[in-house]
């Protein structure tokens, strides 16, 4: 039962859960793509294993730590998302065996010939994508930088270290209709063709041509010559992928449990023991057309209670309120009453808890799955 | 050696963190008023060992996961920050002792009347504070309610379970000068002081009256008639703690190690790998004098670099550049090169972290500190 939850803590739908993993399992079978979950969303090994059932054996991680919490999970083929620095190298070598693969990505010819030099040394060996940078604004090579991408990929397949190239259209974030989100996706498939196809004309092989973004995944794109598609918050989606039209409010399989401390009548305030430990200091709506504040409020079954947000928290305080301008009533609720908050981000909101309380429609039950963080 | 850790992670400088302790132990000693700390800010066990030597065995905390986790250090007068909800009564019960005091805050006759029931259910002695609001922004009686404060403190006091008033001058942190400081650590001290004689003239003791923040407690305030002064981030100090005027920055105990990952010479950028993750979303800072991005970077041995701060940050990675407007150059810096990030909020950026790495000028030698989150 929610009511015997020590709040505030972290709610996890599994019907919507299952949805939300159907959704793009039904995306990807259409278009004969493979596809690799990121598992930096939920960080967990039971909602692992549920995606290597429906995926296959391949995931993307953000930390090593990632790797080495999930590998027995099943996953083989690991792809770590951040550009490598060669001071990661040998902590990622422990965990490469006969039948798993570890692919880093890179993106200056410096890191490659460290790759390069590790394998030399050690024997290990640690392959790697080139990382697209598809607008300008992060670290990757640019896909019509030809010269350095030739140079990467040649000094990677000399010694069978080089697997292909990786992009993600973190734009699409910002994006808030159909339209927007196809051409977006267009765009990330055709510059990742273009690098693509110089290195094969260079006569070096791009067996994994790899894209993705939640969004752009979710898109009507067909993503002719790409080999993989990438997603990660999809498994819970959240208030700023309902704002790129992405998902639905009720989609969202993820809120913060939090109990109504008191009620402030002078600001027409609800007091709840959720601040930004809870529910993280995420602002991701705040550039949207609806702004969330730092969260939508939901009765304890998880129903919507409209115009209700988080307007303001601090460490161990959230303050919920009507939206300005709406005309929606504060509910009528006392001290001790329970209340749900649908999260901003869902990766930073999950980063701010231990586990998962899995809640499932057909039973009473609550099954705890653990989650971690760090590096 | 700092390049033997593993990227990113938190230095804490040991000779640093010893002379923010020192600064206010120096304070409370001229008043002869006690000091109890606020263990939010580490929630770490040797820090706590480390203000118990200082200022005794009276500690805030604001989870109960605190409270179990630093009793081990010779507190045995804990005061829990947050108004609290019946539901969190029993776990809080279950670390009552003859020789441990837990003393929550309610701000409501109704909560105030749970915990009598609970008192005569289990015979379990959880005493209580009044909560007071200052301005009308949080949870918390207001310091005029004499009708509340009176009924409160009677209903409790009846079982001997009455401590006295507790606030918080929260407004201090959007302060930046010394006058206004000091003004508003007057009316701080004032308002208190005038609901626990409200609440004195009913015939009802007020053992305790605490108030504090870490830039009230650092005013030059005199406190006659308060008996507790309380402070957290003062331990660690952090960018806006330098906003508000109560700290220089070269007397900030935490940062973030990092490595570069690559220059983005398009945008004049180093993308380093501490995102929010790392750093946290806290822009505290933002609406200060100087706005420090998410956060000023320092070389890899804690010296400022002018004007260089963190400009935008994504789940792992952290976007560097000069500030808009500034003449400072980018410095030098190839990928593998380390560097350190000042946080915004000492709070936020440490609980996106597992442990200390305390560095200490007079040797060479990291040690380990844990710390925890959690409710």
New interface residues.
Partial sequence: ML?DL????LILDRGKLDNNIRKIKSIVSKRKIDFRPHL?TAKCLEITKLLVKEFGQRAMV???EELEQLKSSGINDFLY???I????LS?IAKNLSNDCKITVSV??I??AQELVAFYKNTGHRITAVIEL?LD????GV?PYANEQLIKISKCLDEFDLFRGVMSHA?ESYGLSNEKDINSCAKNEADQTLIAAETIEKAGINCELVTIGSTPTALSGCKNIGITELRAGVFIFFDLVQSGVGVCELNEIALSVLT????I?R??DAI?V?SG???L????GTSSQEIDYGYGQVCNENGELIDDLIVTNV????G?IQVREGSDAKLPNL???DLLRILPNHA??TA????CYHVVNNADDSIKIWNRF???
Same sequence: chains 1, 2.
Avoid: L, Y
């Fill in positions: 009511k020590f709040t505030p803590c930096k953000s930390t090593i998302s951040v550009a620095v060669p001071n990661k902590r993106d200056n410096s890191t940078d300008g604004h992060r670290s640019r973190g109990t109504v401390i008191s402030n002078e600001i007091i023991d930004w430990m809870a993280s200091r995420d602002r601090q460490q161990e305080h303050i006392k001290p001790g990766c930073a980063a701010a808890h231990s963080n760090g590096w």
